[in-house]
């Protein structure tokens, strides 16, 4: 397994996925890793999913000039319908949503973390299986999730079509964030039960943050 700096995740991606890319990005935030990818694979597609409506409308106009990325106001979850979302902000920027919102509530993120949690809005949710079909799907090269917490919850109700996703990139905790989060080894077993060998992470020393990113591919790959 090797160790990549998270500022260099793009560059090492590009190493392992084809020119022509179907990627997949849940929790999409303002489109900054949406744009360079959209830079960086002209001939690809990035699929961003961002449910807070404050922060859809900044991803909408943060891309909307580039034609290589589709915009879904839905959060990628286990069910069709609604769910509570919980909004996170900054204290020096109140009534402004900031990242590390999620579809669970904070738990040890409040001791580790200066971002408050004030307020709750319903977001759309959609499972990964349904909006395969319902956009004629067939395969993702890679699916990267920034879930704040949602990222195994995501991947068990994506079963069905696991063997057509190449590479996942999966946000980790090392603490429990988020009431009922699964924590990094746990999302590592999962996979591995179901076919992904852990490949890379971005980081080497979990005493030194308390959260980080790991990447996936398939076993026979």
Not at 108 to 117: E, T
Request: glycine share 4%; proline share 7%; net charge neutral.
């Amino acid at each position: 397994m090797f160790i990549f700096n998270s500022h260099k995740t793009i560059d090492i991606l590009e190493q392992l996925i084809p020119e022509n890319p179907i990627i997949v990005e849940a929790g999409a935030f303002d489109g900054n890793d949406s744009r360079k990818m959209a830079q960086r694979w002209p001939q690809g597609v990035i699929h961003a999913f961002e449910p807070v409506p404050e922060i859809f409308t900044r991803l909408e106009k943060n891309t909307q000039k580039y034609s290589n990325i589709i915009r879904y106001p839905y959060a990628l979850s286990n069910c069709h319908g609604w769910q509570p979302f919980y909004i996170s902000e900054k204290p020096a920027r109140p009534g402004v949503a900031s990242q590390a919102g999620s579809l669970h509530k904070p738990k040890d993120r409040l001791r580790v973390s200066p971002l408050i949690f004030p307020r709750t809005i319903s977001v759309k949710t959609l499972t990964l299986v349904e909006w395969a079909e319902q956009y004629s799907v067939n395969h993702i090269d890679l699916l990267w999730l920034d879930t704040q917490g949602h990222e195994l919850t995501i991947l068990e109700a994506a079963v069905p079509i696991l063997p057509q996703i190449r590479f996942i990139l999966a946000e980790v905790s090392f603490i429990e964030s988020y009431y009922n989060q699964p924590l990094y080894q746990d999302v590592v077993q999962w996979l591995a039960k179901h076919g992904y060998r852990h490949i890379g992470c971005d980081f080497s020393d979990k005493k030194k943050s308390f959260f980080g990113n790991a990447l996936f591919t398939q076993a026979f790959l």
